[in-house]
């Protein structure tokens, strides 16, 4: 009997199992239907003895201390600030916009102050920010969002600007200092031997079983078990009840060149030309030394495994229909970017993980009967046992 099936071995599955297993002593069962562990940010060697990353470039970042410290009982770290640069009207420039990015665009020598009047004289006046659109225009104006914005979200998400939640492009800002770095987190790096590896140290405990190429309902009627952790897809897990919630997919195109380097930057972005969104070159990334280098190029498209939840509102809605029946299913708890549908980053899944390992143990605390209070060497239950007149 196991105390717990966790389905899916990505960042929520494996923090669950190794919190539950280390430090509660429960029995897991962790399966995935994948043929390895750490879900989307399974990285492997390639043929050429490179480090990849299978399902697109994973670049750890985050203002979480405790995040930071749990994982580093796992791995240790390599220093890694991100940089990516934009090909826009064919030139190569710094993505988040910055003060060099439009001095190169626009063959410009402002300063700081400058570019801040020049972003205002741009900017559109928008109400209430509802949309990625708006977030946009509103920041920087119409010429630039249509220049790096515009259509890379058209391609990336198969839906305008204007269709999808502020949140998304709220993800990238905009600068008026030469910073060039896309994250500015506390903690950024990357772990120092692979995800996997990481993963491989979370899940080592005699009380963690892993099962691969697994689906869950393949073993669910013969597995006996008391709780379920699930980390798929929600709509799935309830068979599509509501209909089908859209995630977006990607095919990922890698490719090895006999040449040490390729791109200027370790990601290239290609707003308005390609099909793909952008190319990524994981030794820039990874530090790793080798004559040969390995890219990857990412194919947005509707159909195929699911990787990002999409942000709109009717999204929203259909999401709260089946969070409502997830909230109501007693003994199956679920968590992670696909089972929560939100569009979490790594350092999020985790924190929503751990957060999940505290609430179970405080429902268990909860349920065990309470122990009974001692007063010197006698418990207070003993002076309660009712008296027995013969023995006295
Ligand atoms: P997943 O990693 O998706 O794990 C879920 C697992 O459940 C999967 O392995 C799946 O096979 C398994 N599963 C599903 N259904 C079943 C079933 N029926 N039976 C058995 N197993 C099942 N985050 C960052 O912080 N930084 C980045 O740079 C970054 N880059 C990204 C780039 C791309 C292209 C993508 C797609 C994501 C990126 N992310 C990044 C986000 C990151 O991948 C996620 O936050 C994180 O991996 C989510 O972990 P999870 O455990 O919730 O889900
Ligand atoms: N985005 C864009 N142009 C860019 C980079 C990002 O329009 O050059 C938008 C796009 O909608 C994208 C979102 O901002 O999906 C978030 O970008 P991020 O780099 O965080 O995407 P992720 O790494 O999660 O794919």
């Given amino acids: 009997m196991f105390d717990y099936l966790i389905v899916g071995a990505g960042f929520a599955g494996s923090v669950l199992a190794e919190r539950l297993a280390t430090r509660s002593n429960k029995k ?4 995935d239907k994948r043929s390895h562990i750490a879900g989307n940010a399974f990285d492997h060697y390639n043929e050429d003895g490179i480090l990849v990353h299978k399902y697109g470039p994973h670049i750890f970042h985050t203002n979480s201390k405790e995040v930071f410290e749990y994982l580093s009982n796992f791995t240790e770290w390599r220093p890694y600030e991100h940089r990516v640069l934009a090909s826009v009207d064919g030139q190569l420039v710094p993505m988040p916009i910055n003060l060099d990015t439009i001095n190169k665009l626009y063959g410009l020598s402002l300063n700081s102050f400058e570019v ?10 928008v109400s209430v920010i509802r949309t990625s659109e708006d977030v946009v225009v509103s920041k920087v104006g119409r010429q630039l969002y249509e220049k ?8 990336q998400w198969g839906l305008d600007p204007s269709e999808l939640d502020k949140s998304v492009t709220s993800r990238v800002p905009t600068r008026t200092n030469r910073d060039d770095r896309y994250f500015t987190d506390t903690y950024q790096a990357m772990p120092l031997h692979g995800y996997t590896r990481m993963f491989e140290r979370l899940l080592d405990h005699p009380n963690i079983k892993v099962m691969l190429n697994t689906d869950y309902h393949d073993i669910i009627d013969f597995i006996p078990f008391k709780e379920m952790i699930f980390t798929g897809p929600v709509d799935e897990y309830f068979d599509f009840r509501y209909g089908k919630l859209p995630y977006r997919s990607l095919e990922f195109k890698h490719e090895t060149l006999n040449v040490e380097q390729h791109l200027a930057a370790p990601v290239v972005n290609f707003p308005n030309d390609n099909l793909y969104t952008r190319i990524t070159e994981f030794k820039a990334l990874t530090g790793q030394k080798h ?12 159909e195929g495994d699911p990787y990002y939840p999409v942000p709109r509102l009717e999204n929203a809605e259909l999401y709260n229909q089946y969070k409502k029946l997830a909230d ?3 003994n199956v708890h679920f968590v992670g970017r696909l089972a929560t549908y939100k569009y979490y980053n790594m350092d999020q899944v985790v924190a929503q993980a751990l957060t999940l390992y505290k609430k179970l143990t405080e429902k268990e605390e909860s349920l065990k009967p309470k122990k009974p209070i ?3 060497s006698t418990s207070i ?9 013969a023995k006295e």
Avoid: C, W
């Avoid at 897991?28 to 399966?31: E, Q, S």
């Avoid at 004559?291 to 990857?296: D, G, I």
């Fill in 28 to 31: 897991v069962l962790i399966v």
């Fill in 116 to 125: 801040e009047q020049f972003f205002e004289s741009q900017a559109e006046d």
């Fill in 148 to 155: 790096f914005f515009k259509n890379y979200t058209r391609k």
């Fill in 291 to 302: 004559p040969k280098t390995a890219l990857v190029y990412e194919y947005p498209k509707a």
């Fill in 328 to 330: 109501e299913t007693p």
């Fill in 374 to 376: 001692i007063v010197g």
């Fill in 381 to 389: 239950m003993d002076k309660l046992v009712p008296r027995d007149p």
